[in-house]
């Protein structure tokens, strides 16, 4: 049998609730999928965990779904937030992607001196994340926020969150992050051109930015992204 469709919808979830679709989804269950009335399916918004659900209603343009049984509690990822200057479009969508795979709990677009692209857009990077949340199993999505300025984020930085700073560093980041707590943390990535003189300055001088090197290759920004979620996912987040 093939496995269940897992759909995320923005509507509350609880035993005996009923969901009415949007056109987009009733077209992908009953068009695409061709389920029908009776016919079960997992639903997941993020918040109330995961739900089956029976489809009591099914037309082209829409349909009603009865939540039936939790099948699964809300599981958060750990606190980490992946803060990055966005790339080349499917590079984005890429790092986006995976970082919600991987289990970040928040992803911040930043603006850097050398940012290759200044914009980005940030429905659509979230529908990448809800994507992947379907695709992965997650019951949480992680938010995408819009880019700001790297300097007004660390303006603003809450000081009890630690910062994973990936650049030149003499340190290998699976020991720098051994010695410290699992508190709230971030993860840094710059953009293709690196930081600038300025912005490195400013980061070394930050009391709860710990630089950190992810070996002796310069790695593609897209590359640096996973491979630090997997350090730091290893030493600190819930893989152990
Ligand atoms: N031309 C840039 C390389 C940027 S690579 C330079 O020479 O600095 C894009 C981003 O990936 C970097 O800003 C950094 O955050 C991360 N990165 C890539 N390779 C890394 C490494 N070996 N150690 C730590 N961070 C790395």
Not at 37 to 51: A, R
Not at 79 to 94: G, N, Q, S
Not at 98 to 112: D, F, H, L, N
Not at 214 to 223: K, W
Request: proline share 5%.
């Amino acid at each position: 049998m093939a496995s269940k469709v897992r759909l995320y919808v923005n509507q509350p979830l609880a035993q005996g609730q009923t969901v009415s679709l949007t056109k987009e989804q009733a077209h992908y269950l009953f068009g695409v999928m061709r389920l029908e009335i009776g016919g079960v399916l997992s639903l997941f918004n993020g918040q109330d965990g995961e739900w089956d659900a029976t489809i009591v209603q099914a037309s082209k343009k829409n349909g009603v779904l009865e939540c039936t049984a939790l099948t699964r509690p809300l599981q958060l990822p750990p606190d980490l937030w992946l803060v990055f200057a966005p790339i080349k479009k499917e590079r984005t969508d890429f790092i986006v992607e995976k970082a919600t795979e991987m289990g970040a709990a928040r992803i911040i677009p930043v603006q850097t001196e050398f940012t290759n692209s200044g914009r980005i857009n940030q429905e659509r990077l979230q529908a990448h994340a809800v994507e992947a949340a379907e695709q992965c199993g997650g019951t949480f999505v992680p938010q995408v926020d819009d880019i700001q300025r790297l300097g007004k984020l660390l303006d603003h930085w809450p000081q009890d969150r630690q910062l994973m700073f990936c650049d030149e560093a003499l340190v290998g980041a699976a020991q720098a992050l051994t010695k410290l707590d699992k508190a709230p943390w971030a993860i840094l990535i710059g953009p293709e051109g690196g930081f600038s003189e300025t912005e490195r300055t400013r980061l070394r001088a930050l009391p709860f930015a710990h630089p950190v090197s992810l070996g002796p290759r310069i790695l593609r920004a897209d590359t640096a992204a996973v491979a630090a979620m997997t350090v730091w996912q290893q030493v600190l987040g819930d893989w152990s």
